[in-house]
């Protein structure tokens, strides 16, 4: 499928949409600035919610648009590149709603949707004062051994897009060995996009199965600037700039290459 035509498949308003890859390392970026290029023409898809492990440089693009409602995240930032511009910015000014993640209620809450079951119990976030920033979290007794214990509510979404090395005309898709919870995603979301970094005609084996999966598209170095290893690193100097043009008026011109890098430029 074209890229603009799976960025069609995304809900007009309010599409809890799912991220793969982890921080600076095989972020679906041509799909983001695909998503980009069709809101600036459209004014939609607005109001997302964003759910990723590690949120990044796809995520704070969007938000810098003002296109992102909520984002649930344990991480958003840059890593070495410093923090993320536009989520801090929004954050700062209350423009943007966090729903508090760490590593364990994403994990269990992905746990709990692919068993179909109404919470996963676990020892995560006891002791602590997270509750506080998430009523929706409960506490349950364990039947068996009276400890309480943390019942995380099941976590899905709408869409969620996926970053592979290599992907076949199945939707079979290969992505590294750094999983992330991109094979949870694709089991929990009512579709899957996934963008590739090359389409063949059938692959010998899978990280995620083609029968989970509802488009794939081709899109070459689809990461940059984010790294895609073994294919390509992480432009770091690309990474650099974002930060250093975040609400300047030099960043529309930052985006408008990277539009015309991921062949975008006569959509944008």
Known sequence: MDIIDAVNLIPKSGCQLA????????????????????????????????????AGLETDLLIGAGMVKSIRSCYIGLEAFGLAPHFTASAAAGEINIIEETEASLAFGLKAAISGVGFMPSHAWTGTELFKLRPDVKKVIDPYSGQELTAFPPITCDVAVIHALEADLQGNALIGGNFGIDRELAMVAKSVIITAEKISPRLEKADIFGITVDAVVEAPRGAWPSSCHPLYPLDGEATLKYTETAGKDEHKVLLAEWFKLHNLNHRA
């Open 19 to 54: 991220f793969g890859g982890i921080t600076l390392y095989r972020r679906p970026m041509a799909f983001a600035l695909a998503l980009l290029a069709e809101y600036s023409k459209a004014g939609f898809p607005n109001d997302l919610t964003i759910i990723t492990f590690t």
